[in-house]
């Protein structure tokens, strides 16, 4: 596989050019001081008395120093005691002048020449200048090339490249999605053996679509595929190819399918291609000149190109496919969409196997239990839970995770983490401990009901309380009793308060949104109103629901069809509120009994419940 060389980063080479510059300057530094040594006489001299030229000559004659140094137009004298004097003298006066050269005199006379001394000191500083000029113009140029490289780079491609052997994900890493991992298996044998198919007359798929919502292991399962086929894995952003200036997105496309070509066989991948593949000619979108035009343009005419012979897949995740334009999702360019859902209860077991592999676990870990509590989280949530339990154990200085951690993560990632700092009155505790048990017991004696699982007063996230109701399998079906069991169970929390208390407060009002959005939807979506209705759909849907996102929806009913849903609305949310209230009034008393335990304990599992509920630790319906 051609590979580019890497180019240091530019702080690099300011630091590289920075060190130059100092190891010149001590090199300088270093050879003046050696020129240059530091004797003792310089300490002396420079404390010299200053004396007329005749003080000293009439020394010299009488023999009162040991030496005499002549520096340019100073002269020097040390007396015997070791003390200096200093004079100066003419320019043209020599020694034999000055009478300084009897042989016979023990005196020595020194002429120091400072030339000779000073000539590197003199050019050095010439030197230095000369050394940086030369350092600003190789900085100055390398600067321009650089900026030239960079304008010249600006339409290539930025995907990042991992190598057969960097890719270290395979198929036994990813869990839960065993039918993407068939369909993907066979993309696999495409690019391991792509001439079985080419014999035959098959044509090997350009291109895989990954749909699913955020978090299910799209990425992973396309990195998987790269490792299990040994191919260089080719990985860029949608949002990645477009910029402010037009042409450059088409630009980096060229190049991105011109690199994998040269690296074929391999695998291009580009997350969230919905960023530059929607639909053209929308509004926000403008004609031919806008720039994600100009970028899907480009992508749609080099799917278009590939010969069969490059062995070049492309594989896309997005979340939302609704949006794509239709000339994208045609076969020759994307020939296979592959579905990812979130997972169930079998495959949320296997993830969280997968997760706990690289972490130090108890041996009698209850998963299943863990994964009975995370319907409709993705891979991604699972593992955060997992990290999240460690964290916990890593907290209460355990030496492995255990199952109290794993039930404290679960809680803190659904529903968020315990509020220790609120504080709540004593009136507040107490409505909070009925209306949570409110709940829990018009929940429990509702027959289509989620089982109930625990009740907790202890604050979280913006909930004074929580009651959970986990099924006990996936369901992909609701029925019309079902609807209203959840109805009545979320009544039930507002039915404990107005019939212990005497009145209400607002801590209700999530349940009755929710309570109203449920028989809002029996109505206009599900054909469960009553007979006025009828089996219709009402509310026409601007866009595609997908992945649990709601478009808008227009009105596209009479106002006496309008009537009649606030009517069904109003009327079913009344008679469940009455059926609430009744199941409230006929278990008051254990009702009383329940709220005194869980004012003690703050929390109560659904074992507590049963036994203080119906006098044993089964459930009884």
Request: glycine share 8%.
């Amino acid at each position: 596989m051609a590979t580019a060389t890497p180019q240091p980063p530019s702080k690099n080479r300011n630091q590289w050019l920075l060190s130059l510059f100092l190891f010149v300057a001590l090199l300088f530094g270093a050879i003046y001081t050696i020129t240059n040594p530091k004797r003792e006489e310089d300490k002396l001299f420079a404390n010299a008395a200053e004396v007329p030229l005749s003080q000293i000559t009439k020394g010299y004659n009488k023999e009162q120093f040991t030496k005499i140094l002549v520096k340019d137009n100073k002269v020097f004298a040390i007396s015997q005691d070791n003390t200096a004097i200093q004079s100066y003298k003419e320019t043209l006066d020599s020694v034999s002048t000055l009478g300084w050269n009897n042989p016979e005199n023990p005196t020595i006379v020194e002429i120091e020449n400072r030339e000779a001394t000073n000539l590197l000191m003199a050019i050095l500083p010439d030197i230095l200048f000369l050394v940086l000029i030369i350092g600003g113009l190789l900085w100055l140029f390398r600067g321009i090339a650089r900026s030239q490289s960079n304008a010249m780079s600006f339409g290539k491609s930025r995907a990042r490249i991992a190598d057969a052997t960097q890719v270290k994900t395979r198929f036994k890493d990813v869990a839960g999605v065993e039918e993407a991992k068939e369909d993907l298996e066979e993309v696999v044998d495409f690019l391991k053996f792509p001439k079985k198919y080419i014999n035959l007359g098959a044509k090997i798929p350009k291109g895989v679509l990954l749909v699913g919502a955020p978090g299910t292991g799209k990425t992973l399962l396309a990195r998987a595929v790269a490792g299990e086929a040994g191919v260089p894995f080719f990985s860029i952003a949608g949002s990645e190819f477009v910029e402010m200036f037009v042409g450059v997105g088409a630009s980096r496309v060229r190049d991105l399918f011109t690199k994998a070509k040269r690296n074929a066989p391999c695998i291009i991948f580009i997350d969230e291609i919905d960023a530059v593949g929607r639909q053209r000619g929308g509004a926000g979108f403008g004609g031919g000149h806008d720039e994600r035009e100009q970028t899907l343009n480009q992508i749609l005419t080099e799917m278009d190109g590939f010969e069969q012979e490059t062995n070049v897949i492309v594989i896309a995740a997005t979340n939302r496919p609704d949006v794509l334009d239709r000339a994208l999702l045609r076969p020759g360019r994307f020939d296979r969409r592959i579905f990812i859902d979130r997972p169930d209860l079998e495959a949320r077991k296997k993830i969280l196997k997968v997760h706990s592999k690289n972490k130090k676990v108890s041996s009698n870990l209850n998963l299943e239990q863990i994964a009975k509590q995370t319907v409709g989280l993705t891979g991604a949530d699972l593992e955060n839970i997992m990290n999240e339990a460690a964290i916990f154990a890593a907290r209460r200085k355990r030496k492995n995770v255990v199952q109290q951690d794993l039930v404290d993560a679960v809680e803190k990632v659904t529903i968020g983490p315990e509020k220790k700092s609120r504080k709540l009155t004593e009136k507040e505790k107490k409505i909070t401990a009925y209306h949570e048990l409110g709940h829990a017991i018009v929940g429990y004696q509702c027959p289509e009901s989620d089982p109930l699982h625990k009740i907790s007063i202890v604050s979280r996230g913006t909930a004074l309380g929580v009651t959970w109701f986990l099924p006990n399998e996936d369901q992909y079906t609701t029925c019309k009793a079902k609807f209203l069991d959840e109805i009545c169970g979320l009544l039930g929390g507002r039915a404990a308060e107005e019939i212990v208390f005497g009145e209400i407060t607002t801590g209700a009002s999530n349940d009755i949104e929710r309570a109203s959005q449920i028989a809002r939807d029996m109505a206009m979506r599900f054909g469960m109103g009553d007979d006025n209705l009828g089996p219709v759909s009402y509310g026409e849907k601007q866009g595609t629901m997908f992945l649990g996102v709601d478009p808008a929806v227009s009105r596209n009913f009479s106002e006496s069809i309008a009537k009649e849903i606030d009517s069904f609305v109003l009327n079913t949310l009344r008679s469940e509120y009455n059926r609430a209230k009744g199941i409230i009034e006929k278990e008051r008393k254990k009702l009383d009994s329940l709220a005194e335990v869980l004012l003690k304990k703050e929390t109560m599992s659904l074992e507590e419940f049963e036994k203080i509920f119906v006098g044993e630790k089964t459930r009884n319906k």
